[in-house]
């Protein structure tokens, strides 16, 4: 059995960065998962927002067969709360002609329990973007640790 050896030179931050660009490579083209399943989106995205120290509010936007058009890191907020503009949501789901989307977000303190406010906002956005027949798939908040799934908890 062979293992295989690390470069010192290369940090836990580069490795990581390369599986984000295989996995979103592998997410645009048809040999790859496509970002239907909650479970592949919430791996992608713990690597993406679960360490970051401050709220961040994503949006992935995907194709007809789910598969990733654009992963954007749209608002940015303190500790325990980011603002969400729903317009802003939909002028970026037009821009990447979208056919649906995923919303993601990080809650630094580790408990990845939607709040009212996060359950709202869902609600709000999921209604903007019906209008123009953007489907919305989930809502995700994550942690470094474990992330709640909106569509799993039937929220959607």
Known sequence: ??????????????????????????????????????????????LRLGELEREVFAVIFLDSQNRLISYEELFFGTLAVTSVYPREVVKLALKNNAAAAIFAHNHPSGATEPSEADQLITSTLKSALRLIDVRVLDHIVVSATSSTSFAERGLL
């Open 1 to 46: 059995m062979s293992t295989m050896q690390v470069s010192p030179a290369v940090s836990d931050d580069d490795i990581i960065k390369q599986a984000l660009a295989i996995m979103e490579n592998r997410m645009r083209y048809a040999s790859g998962p496509t970002l239907a399943e909650p479970k592949h989106v919430s791996n992608y995205l713990r």
